[in-house]
């Protein structure tokens, strides 16, 4: 609870029920005092300390517009609006009447949101000693616009904070130790970020413990790595994530460092759920693995050839009948060893839409020939432009 620097106690709010002194008394000299105002979702004023009440001479209730300039009270609706979008708190800079000619003043206040359904509040805590330069403004606003482009981002965005940096001085495995052990937590990570995480609604991604969703495993002890060798700077990096539930996520990032006295102090960039992806390659390699045991289990010889009659794939068949090397061959014409220039029975083309038997030679190393019965198939429809081929050596 914060405390009145003047008196060191914590700030006495008057609620709604109290009533205004009579007449409006002197105002107070401004110093380091801190003035607290709680304003409901109606922009009335319900609460404030001592302080306030004796700067601003009112008493409460009273409407938030007669306290605050104009600019002043559409910030505050718009920061209540922002609650539900996981707005805790920020530094606004609040214009504030104060009774007598023309005065006024523009401070930094931190507001918050405090309360929750009817009773929802927003707080206002302003230490009254610190005036609002045109610097600190600006930079209080671009911070705003900078978040509020952030959340707005349909791409998940996230930044690591370390608020113990790490020490790019040491060796590569003492690096990535402090990455996952050092201190650190989540820096204005978006509301697509939380999203892809699974995150309850209402939990804020930024709170939670950046090693629940980004635990040190082999993989990300390589994702650091590459980081840090590529000059701490990667794009389409995998990291392997878990969600808010602990399921497993492939994640593709592009990153970005923060490098100050050989420390690193932040990175940040953005990252896609691939898990999809990844799960369906594994499958396909998978499944290919299977289909390429499956073929090199046959017998016969099995190759994939273009209408080039360029190799494309072999099995293991090829070389044990025929005593060549497929990686002599691989993308060559195999005219060479399998004469498919002589037209099939009926003026047939060895290549078509249909299967094709018929009888050929194969040449092997030394020269001679082995009569084979030979067989095609397309791949695809309409105009294939791969086919199988099937070579069996014929019975003598």
């Known amino acids: 609870m ?9 700030p006495r709010l008057q609620s709604r029920s109290a009533s205004a002194a009579s007449g409006r008394p002197a105002a107070p000299a401004m110093d380091a005092s801190v003035l607290v105002l709680e304003i409901d979702a109606d922009l009335e004023i319900v609460a404030m300390n001592r302080t306030a009440a004796g700067l601003l001479g009112d008493g409460v209730p009273c409407r938030a517009i007669d ?3 104009v600019r ?3 910030d505050i609706r718009e920061f209540m609006r922002n609650r539900a979008a996981g707005m805790r708190s920020a530094y606004r800079v609040l214009g504030l009447r104060f009774p007598g000619e023309a005065r006024h003043a523009r401070l930094i206040g931190l507001i918050e949101n405090v309360g929750a359904g009817p009773e929802y509040r927003l707080r206002a805590t302003i230490p009254l000693g610190v005036q609002a330069s045109p610097e600190l403004e600006e930079l209080i606003r671009s911070e705003e616009i900078n978040r509020e482009l952030v959340q707005a981002a349909s791409e998940a965005m996230w ?5 113990e940096p790490v020490d790019l001085g040491r060796g590569m495995h003492e690096i990535v130790r402090q990455v996952f052990e050092n201190e650190c937590r989540w820096f204005m990570c978006n509301e697509a970020m939380a999203r892809l995480y699974d995150l309850p609604e209402g939990m804020d991604l930024n709170e939670q413990p950046v090693s629940h969703y980004f635990p040190r495993n082999q993989e990300n002890e390589a994702f650091v790595m590459e980081i840090i060798k590529s000059g701490c700077h990667v794009e389409n990096a995998l990291s392997i994530d878990t969600d808010h539930d602990g399921s497993i996520m492939y ?6 460092c923060k490098i100050l006295d050989g420390f690193l102090i932040r990175m940040w960039g953005t990252t896609r759920d691939v898990t999809g992806y990844r799960r369906t390659r594994t499958r396909l390699a998978r499944e290919a693995s299977d ?6 289990a046959m017998p016969d010889a099995i190759l994939v050839i273009d209408r080039g009659r360029r190799l494309l794939a072999v099995n293991a068949a090829f070389q044990k009948l025929f005593g060549w090397s497929p990686y002599d061959f691989f993308g060559q014409d195999i005219q060479s060893i399998v004469d498919l220039n002589t037209p099939l029975p009926n003026d047939r083309k060895w290549y078509g839409i249909n299967h094709q038997r018929w009888v050929t030679t194969v040449r092997v190393p030394d020269g001679s020939r082995i ?5 095609s198939f397309p791949i695809g429809d309409d105009v294939p432009d791969r086919f199988v081929l099937m070579l069996c050596p014929a019975a003598v």
């Open 2 to 10: 914060l405390r009145d620097p003047a008196t060191g106690r914590k």
């Open 67 to 69: 306290v605050l300039d």
């Open 72 to 74: 002043s009270a559409f």
């Open 159 to 163: 930044c690591i904070d370390f608020s």
């Open 251 to 256: 994640m593709e990032n592009t990153v970005h």
């Open 291 to 296: 289909v390429r045991s499956i073929l090199d």
């Open 371 to 375: 009569a084979c019965n030979a067989q």
